[in-house]
Nanobody, 127 residues
Framework: QVQLVESGGGSVQAGGSLTLSCIAS????????MAWFRQVPGKEREGVAG???????TVSDPVKGRFTISEDNAKNTLYLQMNNLKPEDTGMYYC?????????????????????WGQGTLVTVSP
């Protein structure tokens, strides 16, 4: 399995920015890719942004143009740069890893495709 630890969440005013980080460690027996998901109480955990095996980066429609996913492979670290935050972006953000994330756009993957999760980092955006 892969161990994932997120950081960088916090409380910001609408229009502000945050950068989330996820450090991965541990061994895997197959290649995997990483992504960011978010969840609010009472709703399903949904994909926000992902990086496929060829390096293609995709983001979900609600955050398109505002969020950017990136990675530093040498540091085993995944990032999510969030700009122009809106109150509806509020939620718990999770780092995710799985082989299936290498093959599909973040818009079509679900939480069931994920093998390993981070503990989550809370993002709160006030009006």
């Amino acid at each position: 399995q892969v161990q994932l630890v997120e950081s960088g969440g916090g409380s910001v005013q609408a229009g502000g920015s945050l950068t989330l980080s996820c450090i991965a460690s541990g061994q895997t027996y197959s290649r995997y890719c990483m992504a960011w998901f978010r969840q609010v109480p009472g709703k399903e955990r949904e994909g926000v942004a992902g990086i496929e095996s060829d390096g293609r980066k995709t983001v979900s429609d609600p955050v398109k143009g505002r969020f950017t996913i990136s990675e530093d492979n040498a540091k085993n670290t995944l990032y999510l740069q969030m700009n122009n935050l809106k109150p509806e972006d509020t939620g718990m953000y999770y780092c995710a890893a799985a082989p299936r994330l290498c093959y599909y756009n973040i818009g079509v993957v679900g939480a069931g495709d994920v093998d390993d999760w981070g503990q989550g980092t809370l993002v709160t955006v006030s009006p």
